[in-house]
């Protein structure tokens, strides 16, 4: 079974089940939104982790596919994820509902009914949902036949930040109307209690070792701090990502090199759903809609069965990681007492002891290989050291290639990063010590770095240069999060201070100089690049902030250790502001559509995504005001982008690095000497915690 298969046997779990019933379709009228009630699938948009989609799907998905299990539904039909309260729900047809999660008052007409049991609504009749109670955060409507949308990408789970899925990608509203497919009686009154979750206000999560973990990263004080906190739940948490509160790291490193000054970032990675995020000093839980892509390291990993948990943990409630064996772990596909819900603890006798480290190898005499544990459900293969070298990505590149032409039965998603190559899996079809040995064996029949030729384009984008938007955002994390920040109040003289330049006016015609390389799509989600520059004379390093802005402007352009991004949407964020550009992610394209000069998959239909891996940008500059037309157009569907078809010849890279070797090393020493001054004086101010 290749991906596109299975991504298509686990789209059939969408799928009404069982002999559909005489009564007429049921159209649900929307009395009352709720606070935040969204339409969700399960499993969510799967297939897209390496172009910045998030699954999204329900944060609770035992809670979800329990509710539409008892209805007679396929445990992923679209239904109702309620966050702090649910709605108030009108019905045209008598229809079977299921309320499922936290604890909250649920009525039909204004007769009190319990959740976990299959209620039938008549004709005209009204479910009213109300506030959660706790513990937990987030309550379930499930429908039976499931709500009927257009799906986006194969799914119609909403994504709000991308604005879409669902109910055109809001949440619901006043006065909308939601269609039922056909559907059956309930197979069951209620849902076992046995099979129920239990909620509370202290957590156990179960956890597997790595990705990135001690002595390398963290010290082993560290990790035995991780493993032995409690946690609290900061308020400032969505469906993203859980923000927990709690000690700061000691840091086996001094700081992240070229990828940036902080010991907590490293060369941008791939991310699982349910990993430990340190974004600086700052512990966050990766949710559903969080980021494919990102370059802090992640110490431990939230197992697939336990990640429901996220979607009831409440901002002031406890947390605490529990290692265990990752062959131990529950399977996500069970929902009865196998999945270990109905206990309040986690019941370990220890993790795997191995640091994440699942083996270590030598792929030719100049490049070792390290695969490392990325949670019970995928493997993360990382190619040589710590620094910032095109062989690498070129590595990566000949694997990602290889194993999508290979078709391997299992594998669900493969997500390039830097130096590195994320693999999910279905357990079980194919284990992990069984992916292992196909990597080895995948090893033997990879070609030379120095074969590499791959597809180029030359993409010429606007940039306006220290946009007023990126500006607004700078001032918001000043006055909402810290305002005495070493990159406070101007990112752009930070970087100037970071790279020993004489004046900002040479960050200007660094960045305007520059030819920069995409290794990396959806870095900030929807098809947003991850860039180098080719040149390593124009490659400005610089940190991310600390802790991260909980805003940034769409299509904002940043820099982070010696990297460029270009944010797809709204969201958080921590790269250093350089300016802003259009949008990289098209709404009006998508699988069905077509639109000439799109990039395609090989079935033929258009992508939303506007770069591709190896495509190489280069700025041209704008007015703020210009900038907001061209903008305009791309959103009404008119996108004017130039591009030069071309390629990239790793050999022909490597003969310009030889030749030039010299005014590379005096730029690298200018600008070494700079970074150590900057981290000197951090270490002064505090903003270090290593000696």
């Known amino acids: 079974m290749t991906i596109t298969e299975l991504s298509a046997d686990r789209l059939a779990t969408r799928t009404t089940t069982g002999a559909a019933c005489a009564e007429p379709d049921s159209v649900v009228e929307v009395v009352r939104p709720g606070m935040l009630t969204t339409v969700q699938d399960w499993p969510g948009r799967t297939g897209y982790w390496h172009v910045g989609v998030p699954p999204s799907g329900p944060m609770d998905d035992l809670s979800f596919r329990l509710g539409n299990r008892v209805l007679g539904n396929a445990e992923g039909a679209a239904g109702l994820e309620c966050t702090l309260g649910g709605p108030a729900l009108k019905f045209s047809a008598p229809t079977w509902v299921c309320v499922t999660g936290a604890p909250t008052d649920v009525s039909v007409d204004g007769v009190p009914a319990e959740q976990w049991r299959t209620i039938q609504v008549p004709a005209g009749g009204v479910l009213d949902v109300g506030a959660v109670r706790g513990p937990g955060m987030r309550c379930y409507v499930l429908l039976a036949g499931g709500i009927q949308l257009p799906e986006y990408l194969g799914s119609t789970a909403t994504f709000t930040l991308g604005r879409f899925g669902g109910s055109e990608g809001n949440a619901l509203r006043v006065g909308e109307s939601l269609t039922l497919g056909p559907h059956r009686d309930p197979v069951a009154t209620a849902v076992p209690m046995d099979d129920q979750p239990v ?29 032995g906190t409690d946690y609290a739940v900061h308020f400032n948490s969505d469906r993203t990502g859980v923000r927990l509160i709690g000690p700061k790291p000691e840091w086996a490193r001094t700081d992240g090199g070229e990828a940036g000054l902080h010991p907590s970032n490293i060369h941008d990675t791939p991310y699982s759903v349910g990993a430990l995020d340190f974004t600086g000093d700052t512990p966050i839980l990766l949710g559903p809609d969080g980021p ?22 409440s901002p002031g409630d406890a947390v605490r990681f529990v290692p265990i064996r990752s062959e131990r772990a529950a399977s996500i596909r069970e929902l009865g007492t196998g999945r270990r819900a109905n206990w309040p603890i986690v019941l370990s006798a220890g993790g795997d002891g191995d640091d994440g480290i699942l083996r270590r190898t030598e792929v030719d005499d100049e490049t070792g290989v390290t695969y490392r544990r990325a949670g019970d459900d995928a493997v993360l293969v990382e190619y040589g050291t710590m620094t910032l070298d095109l062989a690498l990505r070129a590595r990566v590149h000949a694997l990602h290639q290889h194993l999508l032409a290979a078709g391997v039965r299992g594998v669900t998603e493969l997500t390039p990063g830097i130096r590195s190559l994320q693999i999910r899996v279905d357990p079980h079809i194919l284990p992990v010590p069984t992916l292992l040995d196909l990597l080895a064996e995948a090893e033997q029949h990879l070609p030379a770095a120095d074969q590499l030729i791959v597809p180029s384009r030359t993409v010429h984008l606007p940039l306006s240069w220290d946009d007023p938007s990126t500006r607004e955002a700078i001032t918001r994390y000043m006055h909402g999060v810290r305002a005495d920040a070493p990159w406070c109040p101007w990112n752009i003289e930070f970087i100037r201070r970071m790279n020993g330049l004489a004046a900002v006016a040479d960050v200007y015609d660094t960045v305007f100089g520059a030819e920069y390389l995409v290794l990396g799509l959806g870095d900030v989600y929807l098809g947003a690049p991850v860039a180098t520059p080719t040149d390593p004379r124009h490659r400005l390093v610089t940190t991310k902030y600390n802790p991260a802005r909980t805003w940034t402007p769409q299509n904002a352009v940043g820099i982070g250790g010696a990297y460029l991004c270009i944010y797809g949407m709204e969201g958080p964020g921590g790269y250093q502001f350089v300016g802003r550009t259009t949008q990289v992610w098209n709404h009006h394209a998508g699988p069905l559509a077509g639109r000439p000069g799109a990039d395609r998959h090989p079935s033929g239909d258009e992508t939303p995504w506007l770069l591709r891996y190896f495509d190489r940008i280069r700025w041209y500059p704008v007015e703020a005001d210009e900038l907001l037309d061209l903008r305009a157009d791309f959103a009404a569907g008119n996108v004017q982008v130039r591009a030069e078809d071309g390629e990239f010849r790793l050999a022909d890279y490597r003969k310009f690095l030889a030749d030039n070797d010299a005014s590379i090393t005096d730029f690298r020493t200018t600008q070494a000497a700079a970074f150590a001054a900057e981290r000197d004086s951090w270490r002064l101010a505090g903003e270090l915690s290593t000696g």
């Open 199 to 227: 909620l509370s206000k202290r957590w156990e999560l179960a956890v597997t070792e790595g990705p990135h973990g001690a002595p390398e990263f963290f010290t082993r004080a560290d990790f035995d701090t991780i493993l």
């Open 292 to 313: 494919s892509l990102g370059g802090f390291v992640c110490p431990v990993t939230v197992v697939a069965a336990d990640r429901w948990k996220l979607g009831q943990l």
